[in-house]
């Protein structure tokens, strides 16, 4: 498994608040998490992200897990 600061993973958070016409607060206050672990997912520093994050952010996005994160292309891994 690599390293946790090699991930390739890109959260696309930006584009979707501009199409909802949202602010990171606004999505803080409707999903429920602070304005500052919403930073962290939204600047890509986070980690991880719980099953029922993505869910509520998905439902005040109305998008699609799909939409919101995308792994960048990179060097592939066989097990």
């Known amino acids: 498994m690599p390293p946790e ?3 390739r993973v890109e959260v696309h958070l930006d584009r979707l608040l501009e199409a909802q ?3 990171l607060t606004d999505l803080a206050n409707q999903v429920g998490i602070t304005l500052a672990n919403l930073s962290i997912l939204k ?3 986070a980690r ?3 099953f029922s994050t993505l869910t509520a ?3 005040a996005l109305d998008c699609k897990p799909g939409d919101l994160l995308s792994v960048r292309a990179g060097r592939r891994t066989r097990r």
């Open 57 to 59: 952010l998905c439902d």
């Open 43 to 45: 600047n890509g520093r």
């Open 5 to 7: 600061d090699e991930h």
């Open 21 to 23: 016409g949202l602010s």
């Open 48 to 50: 991880a992200i719980r």
